[in-house]
């Protein structure tokens, strides 16, 4: 079954500090792997797009790198903002479909 | 160029009436679909259209109806709504496999 996991569920961390989210997933054939940033009350964004060759991507503080072999991807967030807080997504599609498999999200506070 | 735009932003139904949740994008994306998002889970499906005069059906797509007759509009139609329809609906475009654009939900309630 197609599924993606996110983790943590939730993190706080302190305005400046770094963290990193974590995203497995068992999609196949694999596609592409997207990091969406949503805010509360708002639709997701687009933060990164990455295909089946590529490992890294950035997007001014966050950069995702993506292990095709172990199937596994990260968001990386450099000195966060009070701006980060909000719930990141990770979405893979499989080859050959328009359909996106969504995980349940990482809940990111960043405090003052 | 607004993107997608999503209506109502807010909409309580009682239960066994029927609505209409309007989505239109104004940049030409051949691919549009609608999710619901519910609480401690990930957005789901519920049906997709690749082109105008075209669509399918999702994970989710019991209670639901759709329709593409331009490439801009997507409604989404809950027939005879349910309380387990209460979430908030996102609809998206895009084109290819290029990123998608969400509007900015539709929250609803069913009673």
């Known amino acids: 079954k197609n599924q993606v996991e996110q983790s943590p569920q939730s993190l706080i961390i302190l305005e400046g500090k770094n963290c990193t989210l974590q995203?497995?997933?068992?999609?196949?054939?694999?596609?592409?792997l997207r990091w969406y940033k949503q805010d509360t009350g708002r639709g997701p964004v687009s933060l990164t797009i990455?295909?089946?060759?590529?490992n890294t991507k950035s997007n001014g503080r966050y950069t995702a790198t993506l292990d095709a072999d172990t199937k596994q991807s990260s968001l990386h967030i450099t000195a966060s903002q009070l701006s980060d807080s909000a719930s990141y997504i990770c979405?893979?599609?499989?080859?050959?479909?328009?359909?996106?498999?969504f995980g349940t999200g990482t809940r990111l506070k960043v405090l003052a | 160029n607004a993107g997608v735009t999503q209506t109502p932003k807010f909409q309580v139904l009682k239960t066994g009436q029927s609505m209409t949740l309007q989505c239109a994008q104004d940049?030409?994306?051949?691919?549009m679909s609608w999710y619901r998002q519910d609480p401690g889970m990930g957005l789901r499906l519920i049906h997709y259209s690749v082109g105008a005069g075209i669509t399918d059906q999702g994970e989710v797509p019991n209670g639901y109806n759709v329709s593409r007759s331009t490439t801009e509009d997507f409604p989404l139609r809950l027939l005879s709504a349910a309380p387990s329809q209460t979430s908030v609906y996102f609809c998206?475009?895009?084109?290819?496999?290029?990123?998608?654009?969400f509007g900015q939900g539709t929250r609803l309630t069913v009673v």
């Open positions: 990455m295909t089946f060759s590529e």
């Open positions: 998206a475009s895009s084109s290819g496999q290029s990123r998608a654009f």
């Open positions: 995203c497995n997933y068992t999609v196949s054939p694999f596609s592409n």
């Open positions: 940049m030409n994306h051949e691919y």
């Open positions: 979405v893979v599609s499989a080859t050959g479909t328009y359909k996106y498999i």
